[in-house]
């Protein structure tokens, strides 16, 4: 299996507590060190005050309210981030139209695709 995330601290913001447990079981098998997570944008906010992460995975949405503030906080500290979204629109904000989106349901060859793209750049 490759090791991608071998050693990488890694940050998931979800709010729905079974993708949640998918993506931790995923980021296991990619070989990563730690994988921690929130489901409010409050909890993001303080993980990302408190801790150093390698890379996150964002929700653009959390139980109804947009994750700008968290973008914005991981942008602030330069941690690359991907998002991932349950939408079918295109909802992305000026100045992050650029980040990779997984759109749920995704595969384990997606989400490992996106982060090998997210990490190597």
């Given at each position: 299996?490759?090791?991608?995330?071998s050693g990488?601290?890694?940050?998931?913001?979800e709010?729905?507590?079974?993708?949640l447990?998918?993506?931790?079981?995923?980021?296991?098998?990619?070989?990563?060190?730690?994988?921690?997570?929130?489901?409010t944008?409050?909890?993001?906010?303080?993980?990302?005050?408190?801790?150093?992460?390698?890379?996150?995975m964002?929700?653009?949405?959390?139980?109804g309210d947009?994750?700008?503030?968290v973008?914005?906080?991981?942008?602030?500290?330069?941690?690359?981030?991907?998002?991932?979204?349950?939408?079918?629109?295109?909802?992305?904000?000026?100045?992050f139209?650029?980040r990779?989106?997984?759109?749920k349901?995704?595969?384990f060859d997606?989400l490992s695709s996106k982060?090998?793209?997210?990490?190597s750049?």
């Amino acid at each position: 299996m490759d090791k991608l995330l071998s050693g990488r601290r890694f940050l998931v913001v979800e709010d729905e507590i079974l993708v949640l447990m998918m993506i931790e079981d995923m980021l296991g098998d990619l070989g990563c060190e730690s994988v921690t997570s929130a489901a409010t944008i409050g909890q993001a906010i303080a993980l990302i005050e408190a801790q150093t992460f390698d890379a996150a995975m964002l929700d653009m949405n959390l139980d109804g309210d947009d994750s700008n503030t968290v973008a914005d906080a991981l942008a602030e500290r330069g941690v690359p981030f991907i998002y991932s979204t349950g939408n079918s629109g295109r909802d992305m904000r000026e100045g992050f139209s650029d980040r990779a989106v997984l759109r749920k349901p995704f595969s384990f060859d997606e989400l490992s695709s996106k982060l090998e793209r997210l990490l190597s750049g």
